[in-house]
T-cell receptor
Framework: AQSVAQPEDQVNVAEGNPLTVKCTYS??????LFWYVQYPNRGLQFLLK??????LVKGSYGFEAEFNKSQTSFHLKKPSALVSDSALYFC????????????FGTGTRLKVLA | DGGITQSPKYLFRKEGQNVTLSCEQN?????MYWYRQDPGQGLRLIYY???????QKGDIAEGYSVSREKKESFPLTVTSAQKNPTAFYLC????????????FGPGTRLTVL
């Protein structure tokens, strides 16, 4: 079965420090991978995606993610965290084999401490 | 403004009642999706539609029904057969492109009284 895992329910980081939110995947073929952010009682907002090519993907609000095929990972990173980055982050994957289903991880709550 | 809207924002239902959640998009997207979000469980797919007048069951379709009569609209009905409907419901849309990201509505929080 295909799956996306976010091994940490919560990540705490001090403001100004780098942050990493982890994601690993088990998706057939060469997957498409996505990161979304959700603020309380809101829908998800798209941050970035990996389709093909450069393994380092840059997205909105200074976020970036690195695709690592050998480790089947797609970790979200930001060099310097802001308090306003505090939110729920979701990693999602999609097979390139023609399915239209997106597979979501369970989410990681990021808390940036002032 | 282009976007995807959901209404109502909050919905209260008595046990045994059917309720319908609205989802409308003006992004000209062919694909639309309904997800249910429960704490600690991420997003679970209820139904999805790739084209007008066609839709497929997702992972947790039991107790739910949908229609796709117009490209812009994908309403979800939560029937009395859904045993635990209290949740946050999210609608999304995307283009048909394989690597396309989804655009999400603001969500509807359904509470069964």
């Amino acid at each position: 079965a295909q799956s996306v895992a976010q091994p940490e329910d919560q990540v705490n980081v001090a403001e100004g420090n780098p942050l990493t939110v982890k994601c690993t995947y088990s998706v057939s073929g060469n997957p498409y991978l996505f990161w979304y952010v959700q603020y309380p009682n809101r829908g998800l907002q798209f941050l970035l995606k990996y389709i093909t090519g450069d393994n380092l993907v840059k997205g909105s609000y200074g976020f970036e993610a690195e695709f690592n095929k050998s480790q089947t990972s797609f970790h979200l990173k930001k060099p310097s965290a802001l308090v306003s980055d505090s939110a729920l982050y979701f990693c999602a994957g999609k097979s390139t084999s023609g399915t239209y289903k997106y597979i979501f991880g369970t989410g990681t709550r990021l808390k940036v401490l002032a | 403004d282009g976007g995807i809207t959901q209404s109502p924002k909050y919905l209260f239902r008595k046990e045994g009642q059917n309720v319908t959640l609205s989802c409308e998009q003006n992004l000209n997207h062919d694909a639309m999706y309904w997800y249910r979000q429960d704490p600690g469980q991420g997003l679970r797919l209820i139904y999805y539609s790739q084209i007008v007048n066609d839709f497929q069951k997702g992972d947790i379709a039991e107790g739910y029904s949908v229609s796709r009569e117009k490209k812009e609209s994908f309403p979800l009905t939560v029937t009395s057969a859904q045993k635990n409907p209290t949740a946050f419901y999210l609608c999304a849309s995307s283009t048909q492109g394989q690597g396309a990201e989804q655009f999400f509505g603001p969500g509807t929080r359904l509470t069964v009284l």
